[in-house]
T-cell receptor
Framework: DAKTTQPTSMDCAEGRAANLPCNHS???????VYWYRQIHSQGPQYIIH???NNETNEMASLIITEDRKSSTLILPHATLRDTAVYYC??????????????FGKGTLLTVNP | GAVVSQHPSWVICKSGTSVKIECRSL??????MFWYRQFPKQSLMLMAT?????????EQGVEKDKFLINHASLTLSTLTVTSAHPEDSSFYIC????????????FGPGTRLTVL
């Protein structure tokens, strides 16, 4: 799987948008970008994923650059409960079930009141 | 979304004893389950992958005789830490993958193991 690079930590004011970047310059054409987050002492929670196009769901938006070498996760209105470690993961999706999610160090997002 | 549960949520045991952790997929059938370990302030490290009815595949450096994994049904996998030692103290997280088109992976809440 392609490696990802994320900033170690970021801060965001409550109510503002949080933009979390991820570099995946070695990504291949069939590799998806996944985002998970982990609130302290809990299991990871799925947020969103995408291949080429930008994606949006009730939690967040995912913006993938045209060359697919980087992406940004956007939390439109961050709340204190969004404080967590956010993991950007590149996953090969061949349509089968033989893939593994490899977690990097992630970005610790701290939302401040 | 799909729900994965773990039991117990925390356990304290004496050195040398064995501890079993259960992982269940509550509302879906999981053909594949995963076990991760997370030390304080570190990321999740995949320990092993198990398919229902098959032997688990362990990641490099993980002792299969120490971390016994059983995936006897499509909704249950167990991890047994045998002869636990203080260095095995960690946060153990299981994950289950759905079968079918979207093939998504969901995580349990984790089990905090402390070995005295």
């Amino acid at each position: 799987d392609a490696k990802t690079t994320q900033p170690t930590s970021m801060d965001c004011a409550e109510g503002r948008a949080a933009n979390l970047p991820c570099n995946h310059s070695t990504i291949s054409g069939n590799e998806y970008v996944y985002w998970y987050r982990q609130i302290h002492s809990q299991g990871p929670q799925y947020i969103i994923h995408g291949l080429k196009n930008n994606e949006t769901n009730e939690m967040a938006s995912l913006i993938i650059t045209e060359d697919r070498k980087s992406s940004t996760l956007i939390l439109p209105h961050a709340t204190l409960r969004d404080t967590a470690v956010y993991y950007c993961i590149v996953r090969v999706d061949s349509g089968g079930s033989n893939y593994k999610l490899t977690f990097g160090k992630g970005t610790l997002l701290t939302v401040n009141p | 979304g799909a729900v994965v549960s773990q039991h117990p949520s925390w356990v304290i045991c004496k050195s040398g004893t064995s501890v079993k952790i259960e992982c269940r997929s509550l509302d879906f059938q999981a053909t594949t389950m995963f076990w991760y370990r997370q030390f304080p302030k570190q990321s999740l490290m995949l320990m092993a992958t198990s398919n229902e009815g098959s032997k688990a595949t362990y990641e490099q450096g993980v002792e299969k005789d120490k971390f016994l994994i059983n995936h006897a049904s499509l909704t249950l996998s167990t991890l047994t830490v045998t002869s636990a030692h203080p260095e095995d103290s960690s946060f153990y997280i299981c994950s289950a993958r759905t079968s079918g088109l979207y093939n998504e992976q969901f995580f349990g809440p984790g089990t905090r193991l402390t070995v005295l």
